[in-house]
Nanobody, 115 residues
């Protein structure tokens, strides 16, 4: 059974930074695209960023220039460095990964940006 476990969420002031991590564990043969999504209260889940196995990246317009996605294939882990955080970044952040050609989701980690 494959599991994705996120960490690194919390409360931060506007303009601050956080780094999210998501580690995949279990019987893993292959990991393809890994990504981060977020869901704010009363809103639909949206893509934040994703990264391919070849390190090609894609970002939502709202986070370009502020967030950076990266991965460590040896650790089966994807990261999201979030800088210059804004109150509108407040959401539950979910990790998603294509593992063994199936899509898996983490349970989410809450990021709150507030003064």
């Amino acid at each position: 059974q494959v599991q994705l476990v996120e960490s690194g969420g919390g409360l931060v002031h506007p303009g601050g930074s956080l780094r999210l991590s998501c580690a995949a564990s279990g019987s893993i043969f292959s990991i393809g695209v890994m990504g981060w999504y977020r869901q704010a209260p009363a809103k639909e889940r949206e893509l934040v960023a994703h990264i391919t196995s070849g390190d090609n990246t894609n970002y939502a317009d709202s986070v370009k220039g502020r967030f950076t996605i990266s991965r460590d294939n040896a650790k089966n882990t994807v990261y999201l460095q979030m800088n210059s955080l804004k109150p509108e970044d407040t959401a539950v952040y979910y990790c998603n990964a294509e593992v063994n050609w199936s899509s898996y989701w983490g349970k989410g980690t809450l990021v709150t940006v507030s003064s």
